[in-house]
């Protein structure tokens, strides 16, 4: 990592640590104080989903009347980025604590994106979700309906990201959905640090990557339908992200499918083209429930 990120991460981590440990103790003060006052906000939580500042307050509130008796919290970072206003981190969260009365301990598979406002770092995203070796989800669970809060419009610095990277992450999915996995090597960092905690498999660095995008293309066998809805979006510097939902129709393992994942995408500039370096993407907690 640069001296950059090292210096936002020795400032962060600890910040974060001290306010998802008070939120698995029932307060949610600190996470509140620790998140943006200012939309674009989103949360693609482990059962919860919003955006807008407005409707994330009190699910925040929600989520900490859940918990309570936090015995440890432990954040694990195995990738970070830093250009401009913008930072992400990737990780796991490690916790022990009382969940509705019931002692549980588990793991998330954990996506935060922040922005810097008058020289202090801010989360403006958080996406969240089980491993996908995890079996059962100790959480109360999540609402149908994956988002109803405010989306804003977007900076000029940002459409003109959107305009270029849109139609490649289009045509690089529908591509995917056809058994061809081309177009999505073509787009992804060959430059770690690159992440991946997608629906059905993990992975770090390119070494890793590279064999199970190809794994993964041979299970699909065609697409009938892709529509990705953007949700939120920004581009600072080198570095930028989208928060949105996939929808797809397509044939997985042989088996006509209609499905909605909800994903997040950061990308960083290399030699003037935008590059993917991390994606999240999981099913919308409903639905991966069923």
Known sequence: MSTETDAFLTEIVPQQQAADSAIHDGDAGPRLALWSQNDPLTLFGASLSGSGRAELEPMFHNVASWFSHSDSFDLEIIAAGL???????????????TVEGTPRKYSLRVTHVYRREDGAWRIVHRHADFPTAEASVPLPPGRADPMT??????????????AEILPKQRDMTVALHKGDVTARIAL???????????????????????????????RFEGATG???????????????????????HAVVDGVPADYTMRTTHVYRREDGAWRIVHRHSDLIPVQRSR
């Open 226 to 248: 892709f529509e990705f809805e953007v949700v939120a979006a920004a581009a600072s510097g080198s570095l930028a992200y989208i928060v949105g939902l996939e929808h797809s």
């Open 83 to 97: 250009s401009g206003d913008l930072a992400y981190t990737v990780g796991y969260e490690h916790s022990i604590t």
């Open 188 to 218: 992804w960092s060959h430059t770690d640090p690159t992440t991946l905690f997608g629906a059905h498999i993990s992975g770090v660095g390119w070494n890793d990557l590279e064999p199970k995008f190809r794994q993964e293309a041979r």
């Open 149 to 162: 809060g405010e989306r804003p419009v977007m900076v000029k610095e940002t459409e003109a990201f959107l």
